[in-house]
């Protein structure tokens, strides 16, 4: 993984795997090195991957999942 790593909390794991695709800011436990904008990996407690989404830095909403799989988030996948 290449994107900055953001880890959530467990409640923002299980809403995750529940089919959620939106992640709030106060289910986000770390997220060094992110900027607004920025495809992220979505990890849990424990790193275990989850999702690569878009980090927003002021939105309640901070992340907005756009992939489950690891795969690259480029131009080509938006494509």
């Known amino acids: 993984m290449n994107e900055p790593v953001v880890e959530i ?3 923002g794991a299980d809403r995750l795997r ?3 695709l939106w992640i709030y800011r106060s289910d ?4 060094p ?3 607004a904008g920025d495809v992220v990996a979505v990890v849990d407690g424990r790193r275990r991957f989850l999702a690569k989404a878009f980090w ?3 939105s309640q909403i901070a992340l907005r999942v756009v992939t489950r799989d690891e795969e690259q988030v480029d131009e080509a996948f938006l494509a």
């Open 33 to 35: 090195g992110a900027k």
């Open 56 to 58: 927003s830095e002021r």
């Open 9 to 11: 909390t467990r409640r």
């Open 18 to 20: 529940l089919g959620h």
């Open 28 to 31: 986000v436990s770390k997220a």
